[in-house]
């Protein structure tokens, strides 16, 4: 497993950009795919996007794609979630988290993540 801690979230005004970051411990890091999942007041979880350990895919929430960009550097054990265009209904708890080999739709699923973090608070005013 690898120890995840989440960083960058903050208050921006809505149509606005924030980069939120994920830096990861353990010398794995790179066989993990990783996700950012994010939590409204009140709401269940919800996956937003997905990287697989190779770096060949990325996947995207509907309601985030062609706004957020996950990337990774794998020299740096860090992976990130480039938010654009931001909306209040974006706003939320992100989480990083990380799964093993993971891949496809398989990654779409918050019960396959071995690692969590604590998550970071992203605000989107009007």
């Known amino acids: 497993q690898v120890q995840l801690v989440e960083s960058g979230g903050g208050l921006v005004q809505a149509g606005g950009s924030l980069r939120v970051s994920c830096a990861a411990s353990?010398?794995?890091?790179?066989?993990?795919?990783m996700g950012w999942f994010r939590r409204a007041p009140g709401k269940e979880r919800e996956f937003a996007a997905a990287?697989?350990?190779?770096?060949?895919?990325?996947y995207y929430a509907d309601s985030v794609k062609g706004r957020f960009t996950i990337s990774r550097d794998n020299a740096k054990n860090t992976v990130y979630l480039r938010m654009n265009s931001l909306k209040p209904e974006d706003t939320a708890v992100y989480y990083c988290?990380?799964?093993?080999?993971?891949?496809?739709?398989?990654?779409?699923?918050?019960?396959?993540?071995?690692?969590w973090g604590q998550g970071t608070q992203v605000t989107v005013s009007s």
């Open positions: 988290a990380a799964r093993y080999k993971g891949y496809g739709r398989n990654l779409y699923d918050d019960a396959g993540y071995e690692s």
């Open positions: 353990g010398r794995t890091f790179s066989l993990y795919a």
């Open positions: 990287i697989t350990w190779s770096g060949g895919s990325t």
